[in-house]
Each structure stands twice: as structure tokens, then as C-alpha cells.
């Protein structure tokens, strides 16, 4: 497994598309992935690949001076538990600190809501994220959105 920085908007969105639409459980809702698809391609951008097919991205985006955001990551289903988001965690953590932020945030489906959202929030809590505020209706009241930050 590798993991590059890819610069190419087109490749970005082509990564993407292939790990996104493989992980319907998280992206399934059209607009919202055709929103993820077409932002990645101007976020800085981490890939993983094997034998040269894409498993695995995460896209960070800057919202603030401090603060960099952890907008969208995906890991294909069969490559979970693996180590791939953790080590795509990892090389977007340093690049972040190495351009001088300060912080990290994630936003994800509040605990308790949904059974993948679960394991996705103990996955940032394995990283390192703590809890910071909940927004109720931000998505809707159906899926309350949980922030969370990392001091890089």
C-alpha cells in the first residue's frame, strides 16, 4: 500500500468517485457525494492505493489560520480495519503541521444516531480527536453533527 499527495484535480475526483460510490452506507445521498467529489479537487488531497487501484483518500481543507478540517475520507470496505486510515490520518497530520497549523476538526454523525457513524467517531477518537460541540439541526435533526479537534 502507498500513499501519495495528489495535486491533478482530475485525478482527485477520480479517486474519489471510486472510493465514494463504494461505501454507499456512508455516501449515499446523491447530491451530497457529487458535493464531496467535486470539492476534493480543490482540497489537498492524500491517496492510498494498491497494486495501483485506489482504496482509500482523505481531503483536508483549511478553515482558518490554525485550523485545518478533515472535510471527507473513505477507506473501501474490504481495506477496513487495516491500518489505511490511520496512515492516511497520519501523512495528512504531519503535512498539516508541517505547513504550521495548529488544529484539526472533523465533523461526523453525533454518537448514538447511527450504527456506521459509531464506528466512524470511535475512529476519530482513536486518533487522537476529542469531543467539541454538537450542532443539532446543522444537517438536520435526524443526523445532529459532532465537531471534533486535535491540537496538531
Known amino acids: 500500500m502507498t500513499i501519495t499527495k495528489v495535486a491533478l484535480p482530475e485525478e482527485k475526483k477520480a479517486v ?13 445521498i446523491e447530491e451530497a457525494l457529487e458535493t464531496y467529489i467535486a470539492d476534493s479537487a480543490e482540497q489537498t488531497f492524500f491517496a492510498a492505493e494498491e497494486d495501483g487501484e485506489p482504496i482509500g483518500f482523505l481531503c483536508l481543507k483549511e478553515t482558518g489560520d490554525a485550523t485545518m478540517e478533515l472535510a471527507v475520507m473513505g477507506v473501501r470496505k474490504e481495506w477496513h480495519r487495516q491500518g489505511i486510515g490511520s ?7 504531519a503535512d498539516a503541521r508541517a505547513q504550521g497549523y495548529a488544529f484539526m476538526q472533523v465533523k461526523t454523525v453525533q454518537m448514538g444516531r447511527w450504527a456506521c457513524y459509531d464506528a466512524t467517531n470511535r475512529f476519530y477518537l482513536s486518533l487522537g480527536f476529542r469531543e467539541f460541540e454538537v450542532f443539532p439541526t446543522l444537517w438536520d435533526e435526524w443526523n445532529p453533527c459532532q465537531v471534533y479537534v486535535l491540537a496538531l
Do not use: D, N, Q
Not at 474519489?16 to 449515499?28: D, K, Q, S, Y
Not at 496512515?87 to 497530520?93: I, P, S, V, W
Open 16 to 28: 474519489a468517485r471510486a472510493v465514494l460510490t463504494a461505501l454507499p452506507e456512508w455516501f449515499g
Open 87 to 93: 496512515a492516511l490520518f497520519g501523512r495528512a497530520k
